[in-house]
T-cell receptor, first 111, second 113 residues
Framework: GENVEQHPSTLSVQEGDSAVIKCTYS??????FPWYKQELGKRPQLIID?????GEKKDQRIAVTLNKTAKHFSLHITETQPEDSAVYFC??????????FGTGTSLTVIP | DTAVSQTPKYLVTQMGNDKSIKCEQN?????MYWYKQDSKKFLKIMFS???????INETVPNRFSPKSPDKAHLNLHINSLELGDSAVYFC????????????FGQGTRLTVV
């Protein structure tokens, strides 16, 4: 199956600073890359996604970039707030019904 | 209206027992999954079913047996539970076509004692 690597595993930032999480994938057939946020004790929920025909996507303070040639994609959160503190997962999908997740990044935003 | 629901939310049981976790989705999705999330928070895919047909079985011990009576349900039965099975198990579903998100259930925290 697909192999997704995610870095860093933990990230602490001051409130208002930016946070960047990076992922790489192995299967060139992957064409859909969602990002999930999981708050403590809750289910993972989609925050943004990108498809392989797009290089960048933005939604308010969140943006995702994709480099298909290098097989890596990144999540950027600007103007971080304490409520952004959570575990973030990237995923890659070699086909529509296979979601392979990265190892997660625990983000802490310090007020 | 809960999109993906799984029961029970918590399950505490002794080693050697057999237990089941049920999952239902009302989104009309073609594909359902089981994921295991261990104490390190890794989300590891266990099984993927598409229209009741097994698509992925990711080196899961055969003590784990998924059952999909119809495309809206995917249950997980675990035989001879071991301490290492303690984890949070998430059910999820997605639409096969169009590369859309997977929706997760609330999770079942399994503790084997």
């Amino acid at each position: 199956g697909e192999n997704v690597e995610q870095h860093p595993s933990t990230l602490s930032v001051q409130e208002g600073d930016s946070a960047v999480i990076k992922c790489t994938y192995s299967d060139s057939a992957s064409n859909y890359f969602p990002w999930y946020k999981q708050e403590l004790g809750k289910r993972p929920q989609l925050i943004i996604d990108i498809r392989s025909n797009v290089g960048e996507k933005k939604d308010q303070r969140i943006a995702v970039t994709l480099n298909k040639t290098a097989k890596h994609f990144s999540l950027h959160i600007t103007e971080t707030q304490p409520e952004d503190s959570a575990v973030y997962f990237c995923a890659a999908t070699p086909s529509g019904n296979q979601f392979y997740f990265g190892t997660g990044t625990s983000l802490t935003v310090i007020p | 209206d809960t999109a993906v629901s799984q029961t029970p939310k918590y399950l505490v049981t002794q080693m050697g027992n057999d237990k089941s976790i049920k999952c239902e989705q009302n989104l009309g999705h073609d594909t359902m999954y089981w994921y295991k999330q261990d104490s390190k928070k890794f989300l590891k895919i266990m099984f993927s079913y598409n229209n009741k047909e097994l698509i992925i079985n990711e080196t899961v011990p055969n003590r784990f047996s998924p059952k999909s009576p119809d495309k809206a349900h995917l249950n997980l039965h675990i035989n001879s539970l071991e301490l290492g099975d303690s984890a949070v198990y998430f059910c999820a579903s997605s639409q096969l076509q169009g590369n859309t998100e997977a929706f997760f259930g609330q999770g079942t925290r399994l503790t084997v004692v």
